[in-house]
């Protein structure tokens, strides 16, 4: 075919098109209730009209594109939107009221399930909306008599297919309807995740996330039909795999924290709410994670699907070592421990009794009691160089007899020594002399070069806090005679603040500042009623004073960077240098940083530095 008669075809094929649309012009509009002839019949009772089956157009593409009687439409079961906004319909309804519709319903001829469903004759012409329920519902609020519509042959498969797929590109589909959507395609028509995804065009972690919705429990679904939990939220209680663990979950997202009640958890919040009660962390099992016959009906840790890094479909993110199901890493450490208990006592070693394990494991409930006489197997000795634990160091040494065993808060048993056995094997065997009282004082040498360190270091810390007595002072000296030339200044205004912003600091600093200013409390209780009768008695720039001691103290006492930074801003505004007044210190005033024995000694001291608030220094004259 030459290039001219493929112009002239495509010519003529243009001018029939623009034809056959300014014949459609021609004819009635969509509301004016006409049938075509083709679609009357002469015997329909009054409301519907019934004739032979429809069978499919006879056109190649199988479609037609007649006026169709809404009588005639039926919704499909299938439809995965089963929620319909009733604003949406009026605007849509009033549209189609001035200029009729734009896209014509797409439907199939009725199957005889659909008929029977409806309890309709098996010979009845009725159609089934594939695509297009909300324009007819749109239209029967418009009170229009028939639609425009497409009739195609189609299989239920490509049904479910075209009603997925079109509705998803449309706002509004509410996540559990996706969900069913999906899972219908799953389970009733033999698709894969991967399929489904290809199909709808999303990534596999989308789809996963999206099926595990339809696994939330009642109440978590209505909450999301009701618009109280977000899909991100919902999708962090449907992951966790046990269904009494997910309730339990749901539950108390839904009642929500301290912050958002009576409204459920936002979604960082409940994110580490489940991560901390319904995720465990395997880096720290005591227990290999690879041994499949610890607990046999679960299975070895490393090939488990609920292994976060084995499952990547559900956690694209985050580690790879996190387990889903506490309940089964419990029973996994139960077992742990009664294998552990029962090989300590096939060896012959004494086991503690539950009593003495609690009082050498009274804390944190792993490790040991500070002065306990024995040595932890596993810890380190912290007077080895080489950082080796006690069990590399007197194991291969140790006599049977001498090991006990203790199981600690958690049900981890410890393979202890006794703290002078521990020590005099170490120094034979390693040349590592450690302190023979127990492992709590072993990383304290008695050594000469470690008193000379310790020695050194406390004079350190004098020096340090001998700073910081002189810097706060000026702080205080400054900022109140700066206020002082303030005028306008609400002394009861001040003093709340004064107050406010001492609650909100740690107890530490308002416990220096307490001592500072002479005041006194046992309990955190009275102290903090002590500094509150005392900022009643102030003046509007002794509580400028008091604000700037805060901000000071919390500089000298916190580790914070932002903190450190806020303090030296302070003293930078103030016009006070940090560095001369330690020079200084160092230099000159290095008597009054020197440790002091006995009461005349320390009496020569305060006579010779008059300038030092004895009673309210934070220097240690180690008497």
Not at 39 to 47: K, M, R, V
Not at 64 to 82: D, F, H
Not at 235 to 245: K, Y
């Amino acid at each position: 075919m030459t290039t001219a008669t493929m112009k002239r075809s495509r010519r003529a094929g243009v001018e029939a098109a623009a034809a056959e649309m300014a014949e459609r012009r021609r004819a009635p509009l969509v509301a004016n209730g006409d049938t075509p002839p083709c679609l009357t019949s002469t015997s329909t009772p009054a409301g519907f009209a019934f004739q032979s089956r429809a069978t499919p157009p006879p056109d190649q593409d199988g479609e037609l594109r007649p006026l169709m009687p809404l009588q005639k439409l039926i919704p499909s079961p299938t439809n995965p939107r089963k929620h319909f906004d009733e604003d949406g319909l009026a605007e849509l309804a009033e549209s189609m009221r001035s200029v009729g519709v734009a896209v014509p319903l797409l439907v199939r001829p009725a199957p005889p399930s659909l008929l029977r469903a409806e309890k309709l004759p098996l010979d009845a012409e009725a159609y089934e909306i594939v695509d297009g329920e909300r324009r007819y519902r749109a239209a029967k609020l418009a009170e229009l008599r028939t639609l425009e519509c497409k009739i195609r042959a189609l299989s239920d498969l490509q049904v479910i297919e075209i009603q997925l797929i079109s509705t998803l590109q449309r706002a509004g589909l509410k996540p559990l309807e996706e969900a069913a959507g999906y899972r219908r395609l799953l389970d009733d028509h033999g698709f894969t995740v991967e399929d489904v995804a290809r199909k709808v065009g999303k990534a596999k972690t989308y789809v996963y996330g999206v099926l595990k919705l339809a696994e939330l429990p009642k109440e978590a679904k209505k909450a999301m039909e009701e618009g109280r939990l977000p899909k991100a939220t919902a999708e962090l209680i449907a992951r966790i795999p046990n269904g009494d663990l997910r309730a339990k979950a749901a539950a108390e997202v839904l009642a929500g924290d301290y912050d958002s009640k009576p409204d459920p958890m936002p979604f960082r919040s409940a994110k580490e709410w489940i991560s901390q009660q319904y995720m465990v962390e395997l880096k720290s099992a005591p227990f290999n994670r690879k041994d499949a016959e610890l607990l046999p009906e679960a299975g070895p840790c490393s090939a488990c699907p609920k292994l976060t890094g084995n499952n990547r479909e559900l956690y694209p993110d985050g580690r790879a070592d996190v387990c889903t199901d506490p309940g089964c890493y419990q029973r996994k450490l139960a077992a742990h421990h009664q294998r552990m208990r029962k090989r300590v006592e096939e060896e012959g070693i004494k086991l503690l009794s539950d009593s003495e394990s609690s009082k050498l494991f009274p804390y944190n409930g792993t490790t040991l009691a500070h002065g306990s006489p024995y040595v932890d197997l596993k810890e380190q000795c912290w007077e080895d160089r080489q950082g080796r634990s006690w069990k590399e160091l007197v194991e291969p040494h140790i006599a049977k007899g001498d090991l006990v065993a203790a199981q600690d808060k958690v049900g981890e048993i410890h393979l202890l020594a006794p703290g002078k056995v521990a020590a005099e094997l170490a120094r034979k065997h390693h040349k590592i002399g450690v302190d023979s009282r127990g492992p709590a004082r072993n990383q304290w040498a008695t050594s000469a070069a470690e008193k000379k360190r310790r020695a050194k270091e406390a004079k350190e810390n004098r020096v340090k806090n001998e700073v910081s007595r002189r810097l706060i002072a000026q702080v205080v000296e400054k900022a109140e005679r700066l206020a002082s030339g303030w005028t306008g200044l609400d002394a009861n205004f001040l003093r709340c603040l004064a107050v406010g912003a001492c609650d909100e600091v740690w107890a530490v600093i308002s416990n220096h500042v307490l001592k500072r200013r002479g005041l006194e409390g046992k309990t955190h209780t009275s102290r903090q009623t002590a500094i509150k009768k005392h900022i009643a008695g102030l003046s509007a720039a002794q509580c400028i004073g008091f604000m700037a001691e805060l901000v000071a103290t919390r500089n000298n006492t916190s580790q914070f960077p932002a903190d450190r930074s806020t303090g030296k801003s302070l003293l930078e505004g103030l016009g006070i240098d940090g560095k001369k007044i330690e020079r200084e210190v160092r230099a000159g005033k290095s008597a009054a940083v020197s440790p002091a024995r006995g009461k005349s000694a320390r009496a020569k001291l305060r006579k010779a530095h008059p300038e030092i608030d004895w009673e309210h220094s934070d220097v240690e004259d180690d008497a």
